[in-house]
């Protein structure tokens, strides 16, 4: 799954995984030092996706055949 | 014949009062009783005093000032009540009352009864078993609402959820609140919540009202929705003092529709800082990593083992610069004694030098065979002599001796 399909929970779940393992500091520093860069990013991804957010809002309704339709909510 | 009289199980009159006293106020410590309200008498003290009747019975019952303070409706003689209290026995006067602590209008009072019936029955089910809260997303992607699209609940859910977390998206399944069908409406957008599964929680509510307004949210294919929905539920129904049998079984009750919009999404201002925050920690923890991994570095560079092998030539370069020191000082100076032993040498000779002597003035005397005369002892007249002098010899021949005389 690329970055851009992972949903925000999966990042930030990612990122929280990757601070307890810098902070446990269990790693070699090339491994602390690829964690962090890889925890940076995730950072910079989520915060972008925090500030670009626009919430999407939609009304559910059932047409004759059952089907559920997306309406906007006027 | 008549019974004997048994003394031992006789009873006084105070003590058969004090069973019948313990017996019931045990029995009926907490009750709810429905009748018809007279006799009441409204005390100075701010104490109510009336009986409860209907056709083949009454209850005395009183209803102290702390209690009938919160009673919300006019109360007078010949209406439908419903209350709940304890049974007192009065021994001195042999009485027994219903000490009333909530007082309702009959129909209110039936709806009472009948959501204090089904919060048992679901209780007893294990329904409101903490251990079946499930707990909710922390980033939910998408939140489902079931409420009325109109009205105040819908507007401030959609604004806190915009203005705490637009991220996620929001599904609203339209549904009547109140009234007949609410119920169903409200269970079977759960339903359909729980089939199309792409909400990660759901926010079931609606604004403030009446006890009968909110009354869907205490029928039992409610609760029993929301009990079922594999979906986590908040609840957030009327204002903060309403509660429903759909919050005891929802996995989150909230106060209000409000409170759930919060309860259900973290706000990204805090997030946004968290976020930030947490680059700083990583930075900091990163570089004082790579720092004291530096630290190792330069510590391993200056350690001995490192240096020995330069230290090794350096010490051997100086060595040899001090042995070249050393064999060219000692040369030097065998050299200067040498120089030195050679001029004391030379001089001597040349202080030995019989020649020297000839040189000031003095001659040498030895015979035919050379041997130097140094005695008038070792001549006699006569003999052959020869005298070197500075610069050649002669020979001659001994006229006279003359010995020194020794005086």
Request: aromatic share 4%; charged share 25%; with cysteine.
């Amino acid at each position: 799954m690329s970055e851009k399909e992972k949903t925000f929970e999966v990042l930030m779940g990612e990122l929280e995984t990757l601070v307890a393992r810098l902070e446990s500091e269990d790693l070699n520093l090339d491994d602390a030092i690829q964690h962090n860069e890889a925890a940076l990013k995730l950072i910079k991804l989520c915060r972008k996706r925090l500030d670009t957010a626009r919430q999407k809002i939609d009304k559910l309704v059932q047409n004759s055949a059952g089907e559920w339709q997306k309406q906007p909510l006027d | 014949m008549a019974q004997a009289l048994e003394l031992n199980n006789t009873l006084s009159v105070s003590q058969i009062t004090g069973h019948i006293q313990h017996t019931l106020e045990a029995d009926f410590s907490s009750v709810w009783v429905k009748g018809e309200l007279s006799n009441l008498t409204r005390h100075s003290s701010g104490h109510w005093y009336f009986s409860l009747k209907d056709r083949s019975a009454q209850l005395g019952a009183v209803m102290f000032r702390r209690q009938n303070g919160s009673v919300r409706f006019e109360i007078s003689h010949g209406m439908e009540i419903t209350v709940h209290g304890r049974i007192s026995v009065y021994p001195p006067q042999g009485r027994y009352q219903l000490i009333v602590d909530q007082m309702l209008p009959a129909g209110q009072g039936d709806l009472h009864l009948a959501f204090e019936a089904l919060k048992k029955k679901l209780a007893t089910e294990g329904l409101f078993d903490p251990a079946r809260k499930r707990p909710l997303p922390a980033y939910p992607q998408r939140i489902g609402i079931i409420t009325s699209p109109t009205g105040a609940a819908i507007r401030d859910m959609l604004n806190i959820l915009s203005r705490r977390f637009p991220l996620a998206e929001v599904l609203l399944i339209p549904v009547r609140v109140q009234g007949e069908g609410a119920a169903s409406e409200i269970t079977q957008a759960i339903e359909d919540f729980n089939q199309r599964a792409d909400c990660q929680v759901l926010i079931v509510g609606r604004g403030g009202g009446s006890l009968e307004d909110l009354w869907a949210f205490n029928e039992e294919q409610v609760a029993r929705a929301i009990a079922a929905s594999t979906i986590p539920i908040v609840s957030g129904v009327g204002h903060e003092t309403d509660t429903t049998i759909s919050d005891f079984t929802a996995d989150h009750r909230a106060p209000t529709p409000s409170a759930a919009a919060e309860l259900v999404v973290p706000d990204s201002h805090e997030l946004m800082s968290r976020l930030i925050n947490m680059g700083h920690t990583l930075h900091k923890t990163i570089s004082h990593r790579v720092d004291r991994n530096r630290q190792r570095l330069e510590a391993l560079q200056n350690s001995y083992a490192l240096k020995r092998p330069v230290l090794m030539i350096e010490q051997s370069l100086q060595r040899l610069d001090q042995l070249q020191d050393r064999s060219f000082r000692s040369s030097a100076e065998k050299i200067n004694l040498m120089l030195s032993k050679l001029t004391g040498l030379e001089q001597q000779v040349q202080a030995l030098n019989p020649l020297a002597i000839l040189e000031r003035g003095y001659a040498v005397v030895s015979q035919e065979n050379g041997q130097i005369i140094q005695s008038v002892k070792q001549v006699n007249r006569g003999d052959a002599v020869r005298i070197r002098l500075k610069d050649g010899d002669v020979q001659t021949t001994i006229k006279k001796v003359n010995p020194k005389k020794i005086t």
